[in-house]
T-cell receptor, first 110, second 122 residues
């Protein structure tokens, strides 16, 4: 089975940097994904890490350490529109099935 | 990328009835995935819809309750049968696109979701 842990809520101010952590326990591991979901909307893919290290996409970066079963999403230059829920998800097998963490609600304040 | 549409976008149903949700993708894919997201909760994988074979279900989900069809490589349906209020949820279909990174850092698996079907069971 799979087990993922994320903080339930994080608050930060506009312009700051925030890191959302994800630890996982899985019977198999092929990669870790991150998604953003605004209230009432569908999840939107942000990044995928299959290898250790950092992947960068604009203001968002994602890090993976397979030996520590740990990853994080880094959001820089926070904007009000970044207020949303963020989910990590593990790809636990070779069939592109993703299993989601409980989600972190990010509140960005002026 | 992938563009996914779902019908209906929302519905209110009576206990004991069934609802079929349709999912259409703008290009051919081998596997389509069905998720459920209960209010304020995370996403739970229900099943994988495979073209040309039976769907595979995750633990806790059974074919009698959630029958799935996959008649071709761009379309799938999920039926929620004999509904109860506990089935009230958002149902999402999803596909994954795989591409190799030019950076040499392995492959990128990008998951796309449909807009979801918001189901309320009275």
């Amino acid at each position: 089975g799979q087990s993922l842990e994320q903080p339930s809520e994080v608050t930060a101010v506009e312009g700051a940097i925030v890191q959302i952590n994800c630890t996982y326990q899985t019977s198999g591991f092929y990669g870790l994904s991150w998604y953003q979901q605004h209230d009432g909307g569908a999840p939107t893919f942000l990044s995928y890490n299959a290898l250790d290290g950092l992947e960068e996409t604009g203001r968002f970066s994602s890090f993976l350490s397979r030996s520590d079963s740990y990853g994080y999403l880094l959001l820089q230059e926070l904007q009000m529109k970044d207020s949303a829920s963020y989910f990590c998800a593990v790809r636990g097998n070779n069939f592109n099935k993703f299993y989601f963490g409980s989600g972190t609600k990010l509140n960005v304040k002026p | 990328s992938a563009v996914i549409s779902q019908k209906p976008s929302r519905d209110i149903c009576q206990r004991g009835t069934s609802l079929t949700i349709q999912c259409q993708v703008d290009s051919q894919v081998t596997m389509m995935f069905w998720y459920r997201q209960q209010p304020g909760q995370s996403l739970t994988l229900i099943a994988t819809a495979n073209q040309g074979s039976e769907a595979t279900y995750e633990s806790g989900f059974v074919i009698d309750k959630f029958p799935i069809s996959r008649p071709n490589l761009t379309f799938s349906t999920l039926t929620v049968s004999n509904m109860s209020p506990e089935d009230s949820s958002i149902y999402l279909c999803s596909v994954v696109r795989t591409a190799f990174r030019t950076s040499g850092r392995g492959e990128d698996n990008e998951q796309f979701f449909g807009p979801g079907t918001r189901l309320t069971v009275l």
